[in-house]
């Protein structure tokens, strides 16, 4: 009868087993592929903080030993949390939005949260209790991982027996194989839960230093406007409003005249046309819609903040907006001036390439910033007191998407490169990422959108009505002539009618 190994023969069959050529390839898969693939396959858990709905998980850690949290605000707008600095893989993130209104109808960020139930300490034990939650989820996925792992490189291990037995005409015998596959699997089990417990404890002592520094909700997404007060008289006898940037005010068209034939010095400012998607719309759905849109508006400045524009001081559109009474539903365009959209046209135009790092790094800046604006103004709109119907309209692309060397509005002005295909794939993309941020958003505020077909630059339409955007040799080029305005109207008021048989 063979004799029982011994515990120090066991050991060293574990050590030598440890460093087989099968189980080293196996604890670097795992580190290298397991614990990224773990944390990003992970479910965030979701807690309430400072009377937000707050979803905690783990980035997926660039190759770095250490780095920040990450805020994912709205599903797509992502910046870091430099209060949290964290060693290990297992760097928190933190999604948020849309933000809730308290039930007081009070600031939604400010330091006053701390001193609500539960105050800084009971924040941020909950999103420790929340991270705790998906770590542990994120262990069960190590373990699983490492069984998985252990499984394929058992089956890579048989294999190649089985290939070298076949050569020398040999018999395989699965009890050669059992004891090393079995130690082969605790190697790896036991690593994988060491690893994410190391990376645990490090994620843990950075997460509680960092939260530790928070004492409001402000502390964790940054600072913000306070949403604006109402402006001007009480506004009555509309059904709709329009308030946006150039593309909705129709700059480039016929002035707005009153009865009196005067032109208010709003109107004259903003570049309101007779044909702007207000009119447009109250043609189109038989009632009277007011227009707040302003060229140049940008949410920071002209719908949550006042613009400046022509020597006239503009109030917030959404100022405005909420003195209008009996409001049924809002149409919003904005967007291109938040990324100041003209630099970037004008940057593929006048250089050979237009897809540098330095270019694509002012993007991501600036489509960040542009989120965390579009989520505070679309929390705006959504308390807004008759609680009117939103359509949001998203960003057109005026270019086709095959390059026409032929097109006067693609070769440029005379002494720059122009476009190429490359550009207006780049710019496409830009666009759509544009879209992205808005329809995301719109969703998540149950907001409906409106995506306007708009003939682009040098292509004929289907019905031969006429060009839908202003070409180069115009003055405002890219902005949509007084049929791409009627197009614009036609998609947002096909929107509400959607809307409303939802």
């Known amino acids: 009868m063979p004799a029982r190994r011994s515990r120090p023969s066991r050991l060293r ?88 209104r308290p039930p007081d109808n009070g600031p939604l960020l400010t ?112 600072a913000t406007t306070v949403s604006p007060s109402p402006v001007g008289p009480p506004v009555t006898g509309v059904s709709g409003a329009v308030i946006g940037d150039s593309r909705a005010a129709r700059i480039g068209g016929p002035p707005v ?39 140049g508006a940008s949410v920071a400045a002209g719908l949550r903040g006042p613009q400046l524009r022509e020597g006239v001081t503009l109030p917030p559109q959404v100022g405005r907006l909420k003195q209008v009474q009996g409001l049924d539903w809002v149409s919003v365009a904005v967007g291109p001036n938040d990324l100041a959209w003209s630099d970037f046209l004008l940057y593929c135009y006048g250089l050979a390439t237009c897809d540098d790092r330095l270019s694509d790094g002012e993007f991501e800046a600036r489509l960040a910033e542009f989120a965390r604006d579009i989520g505070a103004l679309f929390a705006d709109l959504d308390a807004l007191p008759a609680r009117p119907w939103v359509v949001v309209t998203l960003s057109y692309d005026p270019f086709p998407a095959e390059f026409d060397p032929t097109c006067p509005d693609m070769r440029g002005p005379i002494g720059t490169p122009g476009l190429d295909q490359e550009k207006i794939d780049l710019l496409a993309e830009r666009n759509r990422r544009l ?27 289907g019905d031969r009505m006429g060009p839908d955007l202003q070409g180069l040799n115009r003055p405002d080029p890219f902005h949509p002539t007084a049929i791409g305005s009627l197009r614009m109207a036609a998609s947002t008021a096909a929107a509400l009618a959607v809307a409303r048989e939802d």
């Open 13 to 100: 069959a574990l050590v030598r087993e440890a460093r087989s050529l099968p189980t080293m390839a196996l604890l670097a898969l795992i580190a290298v592929v397991g614990v990224p693939l773990v944390i990003m396959l992970t479910p965030e858990k979701h807690v309430e903080v400072f009377g937000q709905d707050i979803g905690v998980g783990a980035r997926v850690p660039p190759l770095s030993l250490s780095g920040p949290a990450q805020i994912v605000q709205l599903g797509n707008a992502e910046f870091d949390l430099t209060e949290v600095e964290v060693y290990g893989p297992i760097r928190p993130r933190l999604s948020i939005g849309p933000l809730e």
């Open 257 to 295: 005249v009153g009865p009196d034939g005067t032109v208010d010095p709003d109107d004259a400012a903003c570049a309101r046309s007779a044909d702007s998607a207000a009119a447009q719309l109250s043609l189109l759905r038989g009632e009277q819609v007011l227009n707040l849109a302003c060229a």
């Open 435 to 461: 879209n992205d941020v808005l329809a995301d958003g719109a969703a998540r505020y149950g907001f409906t959108t409106a995506a306007p077909n708009l003939t682009p630059l040098c292509a004929v339409s």
């Open 111 to 222: 330091a006053q949260t701390a001193d609500r139930p539960g105050g800084v300490a009971g924040a941020v034990e909950d999103l420790i209790e929340g991270f705790a939650t998906w770590y542990l989820w994120g262990a069960a996925g190590m373990v699983l991982a490492a069984l998985l792992g252990s499984a394929l490189m058992a089956c890579a291990r048989l294999l190649v027996a089985l290939r070298r037995a076949h050569t020398r005409h040999r018999a395989v015998h699965w009890d050669d194989h059992a004891g090393p596959i079995g130690r082969m699997t605790t190697i790896a089990v036991t690593a994988s839960v060491l690893l994410w417990g190391g990376a645990g404890a490090a994620a843990l002592h950075g997460t509680t230093t960092g939260l530790g520094k928070v004492t409001s909700l402000t502390d964790l997404v940054g």
